[in-house]
């Protein structure tokens, strides 16, 4: 029987195995952030241990750094935080990727961007969202701070084997729906425990033709639907994107690299413990209506009505829900009125997402009342969205244009949604409070984010012409 890609990577990564007890995992990349590491960094030196492997360790700073004024650092938590990253990536030899540095930005952002991030690998950081870079064809998953301390001493891990699952998506997207609401959708319609237990192989046609960055914002919500990662095999597009970055060989030995990746493809007979597969065609764009990703509808729908609960469960979520988020049964999407704006986050926040939103957001107006903030997911990014003017584009519609950080994605910094305002988010978590106290939150594309900028409200990127039309 043939091999899945997960089989082949957690089999490359074996250092030792045991009947009945957990592997050990050979770690090949250990991303570092500053929200995670203080303690694992203060074991080790109680243990008068070393950092095992400096060199396939990397960190930065992005939970708490200021998107303005970034160097007046007031709150001190952040500060000490940061000083503490500091001083660990200077003590135990790390590279550190700075407030200061052009290469800072969400550990999540930055890892691909300078080709730390390769198929093939095992990577970890304490952090959820390590799944992102799933993308690659890598095994990437987000760990505890015991477990930094772990990665950090041996470069390896112990980790059970979870279940494999395929999601297959076949067809043709339309015109408008991006990964976004791929990945919105497929929470929607399964929940936000379809993966829990597995590691999610993403495979049909609406994967293959996706770019880099659309991959990787699928791959991030992996952990909203309870799976462990999420991948994709690398592919053409994959070597595409690596070619030529900062810590990627160059040459023949990227030729001969390349040639590696491609064989991790999940062989043609190779059988998943579960599958799910979903009609591309069938997704619209899509608004997360209330406290867990799960609860989104597209934004032609509307909330549910209570009777629709199939499950007494699912009725109390439901109305746990809407009093939250201050709606009444039934209400109508698009009569959402919304305050705040946020592009960013590891979910949204590349190159690709910021053209998107400025696409719609170039020669229009943001709304009146609401604040919209655009912050790039690195300072590269940020650069490279400058030099091609996507934030006069913003700046001029009445966006607010940012450095790099997690910002308004979780409320460990200045940018906080204030009690009872409705956000617009590109993130990819909308639990009560995520976004402040009594915040509420709508996961969105960058496209439906700079629309609902736009039009004060959710409006169908499809049909924005027409909406602009009637107004
Ligand atoms: C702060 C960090 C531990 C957390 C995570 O692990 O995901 C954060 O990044 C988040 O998105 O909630
Ligand atoms: S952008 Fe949001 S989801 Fe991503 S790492 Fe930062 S806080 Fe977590």
Redesign the pocket.
């Known amino acids: 029987m043939g091999k899945t890609i997960i089989e082949k990577l957690w089999e490359n990564h074996i250092v030792h195995q045991e009947e009945g007890k957990p592997d050990l995992l050979y770690i090949d990349l250990h991303l570092v952030?500053e929200v995670t590491s203080p303690q694992a960094f203060s074991g080790l030196r109680m243990k008068n241990r070393s950092v095992r492997r400096p060199d396939r360790t990397f960190a930065t700073v992005?939970?708490n750094v200021p998107t303005v004024n970034r160097f007046t650092i007031t709150d001190p938590v952040a500060q000490n935080q940061m000083e503490t990253l500091r001083k660990n990536c200077q003590e135990f030899g790390i590279t550190l990727a700075d407030i200061d540095s052009p290469e800072q930005g969400?550990?999540?952002v930055i890892g691909p961007e300078l080709g730390l991030t390769k198929p093939g690998m095992t990577i970890v950081c304490g952090?959820?969202?390590t799944s992102?870079h799933g993308a690659f064809g890598s095994l990437a998953f987000g760990i505890g701070t015991s477990e930094v301390e772990h990665v950090l001493a041996t470069q390896t891990l112990w980790q059970a084997k979870p279940k494999t699952l395929k999601v297959q998506i076949d067809g043709e997207l339309g015109e408008g729906v991006l990964a976004k609401d791929v990945i919105l959708y497929v929470l929607a319609k399964h929940g936000v425990n379809f993966g829990t237990g597995h590691i999610i192989e993403y495979c049909g046609s609406v994967i293959e033709n996706m770019t880099m960055e659309e991959r990787m914002t699928v791959c991030?919500m992996s952990i909203e639907g309870g799976a462990k990662a999420g991948l994709v095999a690398p592919d053409d597009t994959t070597i595409e994107y690596l070619r030529g970055r900062k810590y990627v060989p160059a040459g023949e030995e990227f030729e001969a690299l390349s040639t590696q990746w491609k064989k991790l493809a999940s062989d043609e007979d190779a059988v998943y413990d579960k599958e799910i597969h979903i009609d591309g065609s069938e997704i619209a764009p899509m608004v997360s209506w209330g406290t867990n990703p799960g609860q989104t509808a597209p934004v032609t729908g509307r909330v549910p009505f209570l009777n629709e609960c199939k499950t007494e469960n699912d009725k109390r979520a439901v109305e746990s829900a809407l009093a939250y988020m201050g709606f009444s049964e039934g209400q109508k999407i698009s009569d959402i009125e919304i305050q705040k704006v946020f592009i960013?986050?590891?979910?949204n926040?590349r190159l690709e997402d910021l053209r998107m939103a400025a696409e719609i957001a170039k020669g229009r107006k943001v709304h009146k009342g609401v604040q919209a903030i655009v912050v790039p997911?690195s300072q590269a990014v940020k650069v490279l969205a400058e030099a091609e003017g996507l934030d006069q584009i913003f700046l001029e519609a009445g966006f607010e244009w940012r450095d790099s950080?997690?910002?308004m994605?979780?409320s460990?910094n200045a940018d906080v949604v204030p009690a009872g305002e409705h956000c617009a988010s590109t993130?990819?978590?909308n639990f009560e409070g995520r976004q402040g106290a009594g915040a509420r939150t709508h996961l969105v594309s960058p496209a439906m984010a700079a629309a609902a900028a736009v039009h004060g409200r959710f409006v169908d990127v499809r049909k924005l012409e027409a909406a602009e039309a009637v107004h």
């Open positions: 952030h992005d939970h969400i550990v999540h952090d959820s969202h992102t991030n960013g986050s590891c979910t926040s997911g950080g997690c910002s994605c979780l460990m993130s990819n978590r």
